[in-house]
């Protein structure tokens, strides 16, 4: 196993989840990321405290793979069972508090420990945006990198992104799951770090109403310090019809529709981010996501529910398959 050299395009937890148990079986792993920092949606846009979760807000255990790793986990300092006071918002009229027993837990300081844990012994090139890959006559594959240059002698590669990112990079090279690709839809979230000036009297709540679907207070949760921003998602659909505001209309729009919509707390401060493929509305049945002729694969949250476990489960069954066929 130790002649394979696996490139995963995407420095997600599902991306590194892969790299770390194909490096387990011995195969080299190189994992390339156009951004400056690793963990996707684990984590943040640029420039935020990385102590405040503005991507996914936590987790849940509902497979065997997350109990496996939990125990680890947990002597290791990395994640900690998170208990909030969550309300349930139905509109301006109807607030209750959620009562459904859910165990939920959050990497410590943040999110992104998750991504962490799998990052260390991996060789990961941030700032390394892959613009094509091409088959050589020698049967390996050769990235083209922005800034860069070409890089060759890969057997292997995984495309840890969103499905319709993974098929602008295939430029002809039909794998046989391109099509199920081509058939997702994705919607956007638009979201924003927010502070009051009179704060909710709630850790956390889901919004059934108007634009917004989530908001909770990032000092609630454990290992985090106080004084943190809360951390706002907006409806789906909402996000797309709204995807062309500029930053100074979002905020405006947001500020003037929690008033309207009758939201909780006084908003003081707005700090508008935005993922443009946030949530896949038609994910694949019976996906296979590893073509074992061409040695690609495609891996990430989007074809098994969108969670922090799917994209877990998602790069372990990809490595699973990968070490299997280079055997």
């Not at 156009?34 to 509902?62: C, H, M, P, W």
């Not at 908001?215 to 995807?243: C, E, F, I, V, Y």
Request: aromatic share 8%; with cysteine.
């Amino acid at each position: 196993m130790s002649e394979q050299k696996v490139g995963i395009i995407g420095a997600g937890l599902a991306g590194l989840c892969a790299a770390y148990y194909l490096q387990k079986a011995g195969v080299l792993v190189t994992v390339f990321e156009k951004n400056s920092f690793i963990g996707g949606r684990l984590g943040s846009i640029s420039n935020v405290d990385d102590e405040e979760d503005i991507g996914a807000q936590y987790f849940t255990l509902r497979s065997p793979l997350m109990l496996d790793l939990l125990p680890q986990w947990q002597e290791m300092g990395l994640v900690k069972a998170w208990s909030p006071r969550i309300h349930v918002i139905h509109d301006s009229h109807s607030i209750e508090k959620d009562h459904r027993s859910v165990e939920r837990w959050v990497g410590t300081p943040s999110m992104v420990a998750l991504a962490n844990y799998f990052a260390p012994s991996t060789d990961i090139r941030c700032d390394h945006e892959v613009q094509s890959i091409a088959l050589t006559k020698s049967g390996e594959w050769q990235l083209k990198v922005r800034h860069h240059g070409s890089l060759t002698g890969f057997s292997a590669l995984l495309f840890s992104l969103p499905a319709p990112l993974i098929g602008s990079l295939l430029q002809g090279v039909q794998p046989h799951w391109q099509q199920s690709l081509e058939g997702i839809n994705f919607l956007p979230t638009l979201g924003a770090r927010v502070s009051f000036s009179r704060e909710p009297d709630l850790d956390a709540a889901f919004i059934n109403h108007g634009m917004a679907r989530w908001l909770a207070n990032n000092s609630s949760k454990p290992g985090r310090r106080q004084g943190l921003r809360w951390t706002l998602h907006l409806d789906h659909q909402w996000s797309a019809q709204h995807a062309h505001l500029s930053t100074s209309e979002a905020i405006e729009l947001i500020q003037r529709n929690w008033q309207l919509e009758h939201l909780p707390g006084t908003l003081e401060s707005v700090s508008p981010f935005f993922w443009p493929q946030a949530i896949a509305l038609n994910p694949p049945l019976d996906f296979a996501p590893w073509d074992s002729e061409l040695k690609l694969g495609a891996l990430g949250d989007w074809h098994l529910g969108g969670r922090v476990e799917g994209a877990l489960l998602s790069g372990y069954e990809l490595s699973r398959a990968v070490i299997k066929s280079c055997r």
